[in-house]
Structures are given as C-alpha cells and as structure tokens.
C-alpha cells in the first residue's frame, strides 16, 4: 500500500471532519428503556463510506469491468490460478480472491452447487436512507448518542442501528443523511408473512414500541411515502441485487 494510505482512510469516513481518536466507545443501550447495556472501548474507530473507501482501494489497479466467471483453472503444482471468463479471456496469478456476493459463481466452482447454498436466516430487515432539517439532524447526533451511530437491541427481538451516511458538509446539517434499519425476526407465520417480498409498510407497532430515536424515525403518517422491507437477500434470485432494490425505499424526512 501506499505511505500515505492509512492517513487517507480518515477522507472515507462518513463524516471526514471527526478526527479518527486513539481512545473511542461504542455504545449499547436497551431497545426498550433506554439503559446502557454496555459499551466497547475501542481505538482508530472508522466508519467508513463506501464509495468513497471503494475509490480510495483502486487507485493504482487494472480492474477489468462486466467479466462473467466461468471456470478456475490450477497448476499443477498449485502456485498459479487462471480464471476463465464468458468472453473467452483468461487471467492467471498467484492467488484468487472470491467477493462476488450471495451467489458466488467462485463458491460453486469450488465446492459444487449443492454445498454452496446459502442457508437462509430468520431475520428481516428493514432499510432507510433520511435527510432531516437542521435541528433534528443535530439532535440525532448529539449527546448522550454518538455522533456515528446507535445501536439499540430490543428484549423483544428488535435491533435498532441509526448511522450517519454522509456528513461532509459540516455548516450545513440539513444536507447529512441517515442511515437506519431495525431488524425483526420472521421465524413465526406471521413474520414469514409480513416480509416475504416487499410488504408495504414497516409493521406500525415496532416503531412505536423502540425507544427514540428510533422511535421517530419509523413512525408512519399518512404525508409520507412507506418504508419497505426486504426478504433475506440469500433468496434473491441469481442476478438480482438486493442493494439496489433496497434503494427504492430511501426516503426522505423533514
């Protein structure tokens, strides 16, 4: 890597204008009463964008766009890999390196389609991406919260997490955006049934029943578009993105 590449990461942070500090915390509080559960002492805490960390990682790389995998190739004395694309290219080297998501042509070429299944979870999660006005923007990023993000787990099964997205524009608060999901559970018919696709609406209840700021953040009224809720993405179907489907349910607040 370059000299220069870990002062660089603090440029990818959602909010470049913290200083990355020696000595961090990283709270935990009670989804329903809003208790310290805890916290994890933590040092050079990133969080980090990833577009902006994507870009940073490649600088200085020959990357071959809209390549289709369709074989891996060893030597025989196993020092060398060659890669087989769709378009009749080949690439070898000394190591391969499988990042290529739920449906991993590289998993299935190593262990066969049966064992390269994914096992789906019982869980769901709800996703959405805000904007606030100055005032609210500031109040979710003020003390006691942290100024990064918030972690509220729920005695009934609910995980809160709200994360500043990006923050670059330090004098205008109105402009950061949020980042914030709660997870539930589907394990019973009647979660099955609720996220089994796109429902229409986060269940009310749940976002009446986690403290704030979630609380706020998930309330439903009838001025605002429904927040929406994705099946595990180890169901999607080969080729469909469930980053990009989640993206139809960005909102925006005031």
């Known amino acids: 890597m370059p000299d220069d590449f870990v002062a660089r990461i603090q440029g990818t942070q959602?909010?470049?204008?913290?200083?990355?500090?020696?000595a961090d915390r990283l709270p935990f509080i009670n989804g329903q009463t809003g208790e310290r559960i805890g916290e994890i002492k933590s040092s050079k805490f990133y969080r980090l964008r990833r577009d902006k960390f994507r870009k940073l990682l490649m600088e200085g790389l020959d990357i071959k766009w809209e390549k289709s995998?369709?074989?891996i190739i060893y030597s025989a004395d196993e020092t060398k890999v060659t890669a087989r694309f769709a378009d009749g290219t080949k690439d070898t080297g000394s190591l391969s390196v499988a990042s290529d998501g739920t449906h991993s042509t590289v998993r299935e070429l190593?262990?066969?389609?049966?064992?390269?299944?994914v096992t789906p979870t019982e869980f769901a999660t709800s996703l959405c991406f805000t904007k606030h006005s100055r005032e609210r923007a500031l109040f979710l990023r003020s003390t006691p919260f942290h100024p990064l993000y918030q972690v509220a787990p729920h005695p009934n099964g609910y995980f809160g997490w709200l994360s500043l997205h990006d923050g670059d524009d330090v004098?205008?608060?109105?402009?950061?955006?949020?980042?914030?999901?709660?997870v539930l559970s589907r394990a019973s018919k009647r979660g099955k049934q609720q996220v089994n696709g796109w429902t229409s609406r986060i269940p009310e209840g749940i976002g009446q029943r986690i403290l704030r700021p979630f609380q706020e953040l998930?309330?439903?009224d009838t001025n605002r578009q429904p927040l929406m809720v994705k099946k595990d993405p180890s169901e999607d179907k080969p080729g469909e993105s469930t980053a990009e489907s989640l993206l139809q349910g960005m909102q925006r607040t005031r």
Not at 14 to 22: E, K, L, Q
Request: hydrophobic share 35%; charged share 30%.
């Open 69 to 71: 995998l369709t074989d």
């Open 110 to 117: 190593l262990v066969g389609a049966e064992k390269a299944k």
């Open 171 to 182: 004098d205008h608060p109105e402009k950061w955006t949020f980042f914030h999901y709660i």
């Open 14 to 22: 959602v909010d470049p204008n913290i200083p990355t500090s020696d």
């Open 218 to 220: 998930f309330r439903m």
